[in-house]
Structure formats: C-alpha cells, structure tokens
Nanobody, 127 residues
Framework: QLQLVESGGGLMQPGGSLRLSCAAS????????IGWFRQAPGKEREGVSC????????NYADSVKDRFTISRDNAKNTVYLQMNSLKPEDTAIYYCARRRNLFRSMCSPNVNEYDYWGQGTQVTVSS
C-alpha cells in the first residue's frame, strides 16, 4: 500500500520547463522529509533537491540552483519539482524518495538516508 509515484517527465527542448510531481499513498507525507534524485546513463544517482517536513528548509545541488524549485502540498500528499531553463545535462531518470526520521539535519542529499523510492520518471532535454 505504501507508494510514491512520480509523474510529469517527458521530452523538452533546452530552455523549456517541466513540473514533476511525487504523489504519496499509504502514509502521511507531512511526517517525512522528501528528496528528488536523478540518475543519468553511466552515472551514479545524485541528489537534486530536498525539502523538510514543513517546507521550511530546502537544499539544491549546485548544478540546479536558481533553476529548480522544490515545494510540497501536504494536504494533497504531493511534492513537486519545478524545473526551468532546462539543459541537455539535466537528462536523467528522476526519482522521489522518503527520508528516514533519524537524522539531525532537516533534509539531505545522501541517498543512504532514504528508505522508500518511487519508480522514476524520464526527463529528456534535447533539440
């Protein structure tokens, strides 16, 4: 029953925008920090952004800072990633994940701190 489902990926030209959604079911989303990660072919999974339980703290990878924005709507049990000014190097499978409530920091890009993952959604940026 516990589930995270990503949606909103697709093909976009450089400079375009996409909005990814991460919908949770089977648990109360507002009890958890949520992270967005991505994995490109031949590369390790990397943290993109994360958000604290109440949305008061966020973190972004340097490569996406000032272009991507993470947000959450706990009433809808959903976390979003707004991606603007997309670049070809943003091409990857994007995953959302639930963070364990065992750490001092409000959110983290460390994949080892997350205990449940969605199936991923493909983002391709190409002309």
């Amino acid at each position: 029953q516990l589930q995270l489902v990503e949606s909103g990926g697709g093909l976009m030209q450089p400079g375009g925008s996409l909005r990814l959604s991460c919908a949770a079911s089977g648990f109360t989303l507002d009890y958890y920090s949520i992270g967005w990660f991505r994995q490109a072919p031949g590369k390790e999974r990397e943290g993109v952004s994360c958000i604290s339980r109440n949305g008061g703290s966020t973190n972004y990878a340097d490569s996406v800072k000032d272009r991507f924005t993470i947000s959450r709507d706990n009433a809808k049990n959903t976390v979003y990633l707004q991606m603007n000014s997309l670049k070809p190097e943003d091409t990857a499978i994007y995953y959302c994940a639930r963070r364990r409530n065992l750490f001092r920091s409000m959110c983290s890009p460390n994949v080892n701190e997350y205990d449940y993952w969605g199936q991923g959604t493909q983002v391709t940026v190409s002309s």
